[in-house]
């Protein structure tokens, strides 16, 4: 399988601290993007990064790409309950256009 | 009104019967996606297509076969269905680069569909 892989699979935290994960991919990309999906919802893109790029901000998400270790990491800040789901990266891998969702990470954040 | 829809939003059927899950969109996209999503194993690609006229398979084709009728429809069908083909399906529309290129977006996704097959 060309799945990324996720990191870690579960993280519990309480409202106000700071989440990160992490995202391991395999072969060359044009972008990676990170998506939320609530319990058994459609997912929401995030953000977009793209393999020239090495850092992005969006409000209170952080996203850090490095190519040459193939991986990335979504940082939320100052979390709320309301933060709680799924978060998942996808990358448009070359060749081909293969489209690949990594195994996400479930992030619950204690009122 | 939602942007991509998808009917029905839960089917249960039997080992062997044909099934289609249909998605419409009114994003005015070019590209739309088909996914499954498994406990566990995130979303994998069944089928993708970049205009009405372009139909490519995805990590997971096996068993599913695609159509796309119109530039906001794009059907899934289940020729016979198995009891391992019970996932959570997705579509998905995307748009074409701005200056043309084969990068893959912003995906917008549907709500789902729930299909269980006994």
């Known amino acids: 399988s060309q799945q990324g892989e996720e990191d870690p699979q579960a993280l519990s935290i309480q409202e106000g601290e700071n989440a990160t994960m992490n995202c391991s991919y395999k072969?060359?990309?044009?972008?990676l993007q990170w998506y939320r999906q609530n319990s058994g919802r459609g997912l929401v893109h995030l953000i977009l990064i793209r393999s020239n790029e090495r850092e992005k901000h969006s409000g209170r998400l952080r996203v850090t790409l490095d190519t040459s270790k193939k991986s990335s990491s979504l940082l939320i800040t100052a979390s709320r309950a309301a933060d709680t789901a799924s978060y998942f990266c996808a990358t448009d891998e070359l060749p081909g256009n293969q489209f690949y969702f990594g195994t996400g990470t479930s992030l619950t954040v204690i009122p | 009104d939602a942007d991509v829809t998808q009917t029905p939003r839960n089917r249960i059927t039997k080992t062997g019967k044909r099934i289609m899950l249909e998605c419409s969109q009114t994003k005015g996209h070019d590209r739309m996606y088909w996914y499954r999503q498994d406990p566990g194993l995130g979303l994998r690609l069944i089928y993708y297509?970049?205009?009405?006229?372009?139909?490519n398979k995805g990590e997971i084709s096996d068993g599913y076969s695609v159509s796309r009728q119109a530039q906001a429809k794009f059907s899934l069908s289940l020729e016979s269905a198995i009891p391992n083909q019970t996932a959570l399906y997705f579509c998905?529309?995307?748009?074409?680069?701005?200056?043309?290129?084969?990068?893959?977006?912003?995906?917008?996704f549907g709500p789902g569909t729930r299909l269980t097959v006994l």
């Open positions: 998905a529309t995307s748009a074409k680069p701005a200056f043309g290129g084969w990068e893959v977006n912003e995906q917008f």
């Open positions: 072969t060359s990309i044009n972008n």
């Open positions: 297509s970049f205009d009405v006229k372009d139909i």
